[in-house]
């Protein structure tokens, strides 16, 4: 639909038409749907991995014991939860909703999935956050490394789903790259690809949505 010259275009277009602001503002990207039936289960639930590093990584909790729950404090990930706190923290809904909401991603160890379903599964799955399974002996590194670099893209009965894909600090190539990554993902959800996506936009947090016809050539 669009190649990466003309996301460039677009996101430094968002950018510049918006004033300067006393914080650090994100660069969100939207993106509008056509010929799909929002209501008759059509959904997008999906992770992407984006290539370009931004400031604020994902916050990823790693519900684990043993060695992967050591190794995992080892390598300072967000929050580590072993079985026990797992059942201490499920006993209290206010404290396990205000925990899922705090992070974007979770991982647990293939053996807590059936605590962590029967503990957490009615708060988890309607927020699109079951965790990911990581087996015996799986480079726990790896998989932190790649979610925290990662977005969540979700849409259910709308059409039109948002994320953000960076900071206005990082150059416009590198959010570009981040934009096609997603474009990418989602295109391949769609009933018939790109042509089932109507607009793509982008817009600084506190500025004017800016899409590929709007773009002064």
């Known amino acids: 639909m669009v190649n990466e010259s003309q ?17 650090k503002q ?23 991995q984006l290539p370009r ?15 992967m729950g050591i190794k995992a404090k080892k390598i300072k990930a967000d929050m580590v939860m072993d079985e026990n706190e797992l059942t201490e ?60 670099s990662s977005i969540k893209i979700r849409a259910k009965g709308s059409l039109s789903m948002s994320c953000r ?12 790259a981040n934009a096609n990554a997603v474009v990418t993902a989602v295109e391949k959800t769609l009933p018939n690809g790109s042509k089932n996506i109507k607009k793509i936009m982008f817009k600084t947090t506190m500025g004017k949505a800016m899409n590929v016809e709007q773009v002064k050539k």
Request: glycine fraction near 6%; charged fraction near 30%.
């Open 53 to 67: 590093e931004t400031t604020k990584p994902a916050l990823v909790c790693i519900m684990a014991s043993g060695d």
């Open 89 to 148: 923290l499920s006993a209290d809904k206010k404290k396990s909703k205000k925990l899922i909401n705090k992070y974007d991603f979770f991982l647990a160890d293939t053996k807590l999935m059936p605590i962590v379903g029967k503990k957490l599964g009615q708060l988890l799955g309607p927020r699109g956050k079951m965790p990911t399974p990581v087996p015996f002996n799986a480079p726990i590194e790896s998989f932190l490394e790649r979610f925290r």
């Open 7 to 23: 996301l460039v275009d677009v996101i430094k277009q968002a950018k510049e038409s918006d004033k300067d602001r006393k914080f």
């Open 165 to 176: 894909i960076g900071e206005e600090s990082m150059n416009d190539t590198d959010l570009a």
């Open 26 to 48: 994100s660069v969100e990207m939207i993106m509008v749907f056509k010929d799909v039936d929002a209501k008759k289960g059509f959904a997008i639930n999906e992770t992407v």
